[in-house]
């Protein structure tokens, strides 16, 4: 599973009566969202789009997005979002991922299911095991005789994890590959250029620092990719489309958990956290202990 999928998490939350959230999501690779219980509604590249579960759950894949989606949420929730590899998803028969861009679509329209894919989801069951029926029932027969991402594209990946100040041509030194073979890879591989990759990977890793989803001691460092304030402000309302400040005033917990996530696989990639291991800016007196559930893929040993 790992060349292809490397996270799916399931979360819960509830948001008190009477009270809407705007929030946001921005995920660099195609993702699938199964959601259940109540509607979230989302701004993509079409316009408006409600995403309505019903009563028995939906399942919505989610392009690549240049930017944060802005998302509107109330009531109570839970997601199982699977997050996709660099170039994995039109390797097991996804749209491309530039003609994907900022947009949303049923998964089961896309895919042309007569199943449903929330329906393969054990609901009497633990967290656990839904990410597991998810695993063996969907995600394995899918990438059954897939080709491999790119190493060049796994590398590149890498760079917007753990270095985005890197610009293009010195990652195509290291590379031994012209500049041109860099952009025409990443392009088709990432949907965007990649210069732009390595822009919103910066701001992402800015998003989460503001957040406080960030490793607290990487804080200096992530500021410090940035002239000053005002180029700090241009970039965050570039990607985020509100400025730093504004990001800190409100709840923004979808947004929070899409960012967590990346997050914890720069660690990883860093070798600074173990599979499973909590974060650094989490508290581990405070974790529930059945609302949320994290598998990366391969972090039990069933990749």
Known sequence: ?????????????????????????????????????????????????????????RAFYFGPHTRCMPLSIAGRWIVISILFQAGAAQLLGFPDPADSLDRVYDLDDLLGRSEPVASLVPRDATYDKWAEAIEECFLRPLVKGAVEPAQLVADFQTACLTNPEMTVEEFADRQDVSKRTVERVIKKAFGV??????????????????????????????????????????????????SPGELQKRPHPVLALSLEVRQRRRLEVLRALAPGELGPWRDPASEPATQAHTHQDGAENRA
């Open 1 to 57: 599973m790992q060349p292809w999928v490397y996270w799916i998490t399931v979360a819960e939350a509830e948001i008190a009566a009477g009270v809407r959230i705007d929030c946001g999501r921005i995920i660099e690779h195609p993702s699938i969202t199964i959601l259940f219980h109540d509607a979230w509604t989302a701004k993509d590249a079409d316009g408006v789009k409600v995403l309505d579960p019903g009563p028995d759950g």
């Open 193 to 242: 250029n990649p210069k732009h990759a390595l822009r919103r990977a910066r701001a992402q890793d800015f998003g989460a620092a503001l957040l406080g989803v960030a490793r607290p001691e990487d804080e200096p460092e992530i500021e410090d990719r940035y002239f000053d304030q005002s180029h700090r402000i241009k970039e965050m309302r570039a990607i985020f489309g509100i």
